[in-house]
């Protein structure tokens, strides 16, 4: 089980890390690679002011108190403390030194460390839950019951929680109906003063049902395609949502950290398959920072299980609530 007390701790220091200005206009020096720039990581260590810049086993590791990063080599996934993130691009070796590219400095690393300097974000007392599916589109399926069924069950459950708490909260849908993406989307956009979170539960369908785990999806920044596909001609055009990529970043860091850790206090250990980049369609044209969390896979036989109990649907529904709590408190200081 997850110790709360190191893990907190680890989260908020992760998010008060301090810069002296602003990522976006600092001189870095670039090196270009395959067509994207890249930041070599002895500049990114100094920016943030770490203390140590070295390899730990398989793992490049940049250390300062309270704060661990490790790079992946070659790859694209990320720990920084302990929460995963899988970046839009590899970190590689150029001339003998690792580099990272700026879109994932810009657009994770920085709003991540330091959320409070987000540009433009505002102060929101609404919160737009997405129950997906639902009526003739039902999900995800399991020996237990439709994922539209359990995406409705958690929704309910927070907006209570989150009412509880002085929100003001309203959801896409409050039964078993269908609403098409275009309509989630003019719904939530309706909205003034507002984040949108949209309830998921996955599926492998008859594909790796040892797939299991919680992800948490941000919309892809311009120029990055949606996770697993190969980039396309309007993947290089901004979308609406990408107004609010670093506060999607810094609402999706703290939900999907809460959600593993509020299960594993539960008793349910979930993996953590990483914050994740996508082109989602309920994404893609929100005003308002925006999320989509899938909250475990309905095709693998143990979390299925563990997602048709109340215990589960309530730990999840307290962790993202939660989330939102921390998240409000940790930008807008």
Do not use: C
Request: proline fraction near 4%.
């Amino acid at each position: 089980m997850i110790k709360k007390t190191s893990l907190l701790f680890g989260l908020i220091t992760l998010l008060l890390a301090l810069g002296p200005v602003d990522a976006a206009s600092y001189d870095f020096t670039t090196r270009q690679y395959r067509g994207q720039k890249y930041i070599p990581l002895s500049q990114i260590k100094e920016y943030y002011q770490f203390r140590s810049l070295t390899q730990l086993g398989r793992k490049i590791a940049l250390k300062k108190p309270g704060v661990t990063v490790l790079f992946s080599p070659g790859g694209q996934e990320v720990l920084m403390n302990r929460v995963k993130f899988i970046f839009s691009h590899p970190v590689v070796n150029i001339g003998g030194h690792y580099h990272l590219s700026l879109t994932d400095l810009i657009k994770v690393v920085d709003p991540v460390l330091e959320p409070h300097k987000i540009k433009n974000i505002k102060a929101f007392d609404t919160i737009i839950i997405d129950p997906g599916h639902g009526g003739k589109d039902s999900g995800g399926l399991s020996r237990y019951g439709k994922e539209s069924f359990y995406n409705l069950q958690v929704a309910r459950v927070l907006k209570a929680y989150l009412t509880n708490k002085g929100f003001k909260v309203v959801l896409t849908r409050d039964s078993d109906t269908f609403l098409s993406l275009s309509e989630r989307v003019a719904f939530a956009n309706r909205y003034a003063n507002a984040i949108f979170i949209s309830i998921h539960f996955n599926s492998s369908g008859t594909g790796n049902r040892d797939a299991r785990g919680i992800e948490t999806f941000t919309l892809s920044p311009k120029g990055v395609p949606h996770y697993g596909k190969s980039l396309k001609s309007s993947d290089l055009i901004n979308r609406r949502g990408n107004i609010q990529d670093a506060a999607n970043i810094a609402l999706a860091t703290s939900v999907h950290w809460w959600s593993i850790k509020n299960l594993s206090e539960a008793g349910m250990t979930i993996p953590d398959r990483g914050i994740r980049r996508a082109r989602f369609s309920v994404l893609s044209d929100i005003k308002h920072p925006a999320i989509l969390l899938e909250g475990g896979f309905l095709s693998h036989p143990v979390e299925s299980r563990l997602i048709h109990t109340k215990t589960y649907q309530m730990a999840l529904a307290k962790a993202v609530g939660d989330a939102i709590v921390f998240y409000r408190q940790k930008t807008l200081r």
